[in-house]
């Protein structure tokens, strides 16, 4: 019977039937046992170390867990008829159930992350995985094998906690829905971090050993960074409020509601905070929209390693949902539906939204920037199509659809669609025209920088070396980060230097900022000129590379014929 369902589970998917055999041994297994029990022991035992004492109560001490009146904030300790502490016992569970959730979400994700990624990595090291992608296997079938089969370990280890957890919910008087409706948010949120681990494999290779440590130490730095009892602050009113959905740890149920940072979320003004179901459901379609685009990036490598992450197409796509889901969780319910909103409410929620746009648009440069030998043959094949009067479309059009093209028409497609969605909240809402006016400038002086980034990144990409990727990392965060720091060392005052800062990555920010209200539009448009003027250098100089490139491909073709 057991050798027929490994049979079955090998037609199924033979990845996952490899990867079992290779990490189901019976030593994994009683070691994996072990730290599981070994672990939730220790934190038992930690708990129970914490409940107050006779001898506590003989001394007047209060403590979290007694039952009288509060001292300084704190409940002093009582004595039942017996003699005995009472114990405020669901209080008690509550917080291991707490303690033990916020341990599984980081184990799961942190722990998962790495393994994918070092997993990967060991196979590009091993060669291995060409000898994978020349197999009759999908790209489905092979990532989704790994997925299920590399974690298969600390599955074990997350499902040997499970019952714990669910009796310290039920002691702590948890609804039952609300337990398994944080399950359900864990198991979506794994799935979106392991297919983005997945990703970072096959397009990080060039980051050798590293790899899996810069990988779940970004995981790691993201997960406590947006932890609701971590970052103080009121977040609803901000579009940032994004980022805390794809923690899920903040979805941790208690004896009354589930949690999400702040049970004021909202999205266009609909109140999706009210209701834990329709957070959790919202969050759901968030990681999987962002799922479902991954696994269109990892079916790409997969088959082609020297593929773009995403089609145009796929781009225009990502950048419509990122802006309704962004755009949405502003604040609409006062900026737009209010007469009278606070005037700098305005600023601040669009800086957040160009924060979020930056982060994308970094992004799409990786996903779509061809390099240098595919906008070889694309050079080679429009100089050909040209001479022998082949062409089926225009130039515009290949740029906007091309798969080959260069990305900076493409990545101006959706630096337009997510800053016309941004433009639209400003357009609507209830502020003063000045601030409506600086919104904008900040919005296009942002377009005109991420324009300037591209331009930078592609022509790197056309270099002959090897280290491509590496040189356009290191240039582009370069001339990111030096322009900061080198007008913060000399101006660190902003308002007495306004358009030095104009020519940073703080520039966007410092036109809507209050400091900034007293720029002219003159010096706005100016430095927004001045970035379109380096971009068309940008862009001049790669048109003249590319030309070359097509001619000298299209001679070395014809000398061979």
């Given at each position: 019977m057991t050798f027929n369902s490994i049979n079955r589970l090998g037609d199924w998917n033979p990845q996952l039937l490899r990867e079992l055999k290779g990490r189901l041994k019976t030593r994994n297994i009683l070691l994996a046992t072990a730290i599981s029990l070994l672990g939730q022991f220790i934190l038992y035992?930690?708990?129970l170390a914490q409940l107050p004492t006779n001898n506590m109560v003989l001394k007047g001490y209060s403590n979290r867990y007694c039952t009288g009146a509060e001292v300084y904030g704190t409940p002093k300790c009582l004595l039942d008829e017996f003699g005995n502490v009472i114990i405020n016992w669901q209080l008690w569970s509550l917080d291991i159930f707490k303690a033990l959730s916020i341990i599984g979400c980081l184990t799961l994700l942190v722990a998962g992350s790495y393994l994918l990624i070092n997993d990967l990595a060991s196979e590009e090291r091993r060669e291995t995985l060409n000898f994978i992608r020349l197999s009759p296997q999908s790209p489905q079938s092979v990532l989704s094998?790994?997925?299920l089969g590399v974690p298969i370990l600390l599955y074990l280890v997350a499902l040997l906690a499970v019952p714990l957890h669910l009796w310290l919910g039920l002691s702590a008087k948890i609804p039952i829905i609300g337990i398994f409706s944080f399950y359900l948010v864990i198991i979506a949120s794994c799935v979106f971090y392991y297919s983005g681990s997945?990703?970072?494999?096959?397009?990080?290779?060039?980051?050798?050993?590293?790899?899996?440590?810069?990988?779940?130490?970004?995981?790691l730095g993201f997960l406590l960074l947006t932890q609701q009892d971590i970052v103080p602050g009121k977040l609803d009113d901000y579009p940032v409020i994004i980022l805390w959905i794809f923690n899920p740890s903040n979805f941790i149920p208690n004896s009354l509601l589930i949690n999400l940072s702040n049970v004021n979320f909202h999205w266009f003004a609909l109140p999706l905070g009210e209701n834990p179901f329709t957070r959790i459901g919202f969050t759901l379609l968030v990681n999987g929209i962002g799922t479902y685009f991954i696994w269109q990036s990892l079916q790409r490598c997969f088959r082609?390693?020297?593929a773009t992450?995403?089609?145009?197409q796929q781009s225009y796509l990502l950048s419509s949902c990122f802006a309704l889901v962004t755009v949405g969780c502003a604040n609409w319910q006062r900026l737009v539906f209010q007469p009278s909103p606070r005037s700098n409410l305005i600023a601040e929620n669009i800086a957040c939204l160009l924060l979020l746009n930056f982060g994308l648009f970094f992004y799409l440069i990786a996903a779509l920037s061809p390099h240098r030998q595919t906008l070889q043959d694309w050079a080679r094949y429009r100089k050909m199509s040209i001479s022998q009067g082949l062409r089926d479309r225009t130039l515009v059009n290949d740029l906007i659809w091309g798969e080959k093209s260069p990305a900076l028409l493409a990545i101006s497609v959706n630096v337009t669609?997510?800053?016309?969605?941004?433009?639209i909240l400003v357009l609507l809402s209830h502020v003063e025209l000045n601030y409506k006016l600086a919104a904008f400038f900040g919005l296009t002086l942002a377009a005109s920088l991420e324009m300037f980034y591209a331009a930078l990144a592609q022509l790197i990409f056309l270099m002959k070396n090897q280290h491509r990727v590496f040189w356009a990392t290191g240039i582009v965060s370069a001339v990111i980060i030096l322009p900061v720091i080198i007008v913060a060392m000399f101006y660190s005052y902003s308002a007495n230097n306004s358009f030095l800062w104009l020519f940073s990555i703080a520039g966007p920010i410092l036109v809507i900022s209050p400091e900034g209200m007293s720029l002219s539009g003159i010096t706005s448009f100016m430095a927004i000129l001045g970035y379109w003027s380096m971009a068309g250098l940008l862009v001049f100089q790669l048109t003249k590379k590319l030309k070359k490139a097509g001619e000298s491909?299209?001679?070395?073709?014809?000398?061979e014929v």
């Open positions: 035992l930690g708990s094998g790994k997925m997945l990703l970072f494999g096959l397009v990080g290779s060039w980051l050798s050993g590293f790899q899996a440590w810069l990988g779940s130490g970004v995981v082609d390693p020297n992450m995403l089609s145009k669609i997510v800053s016309v969605a941004s433009g491909a299209t001679k070395a073709l014809l000398a």
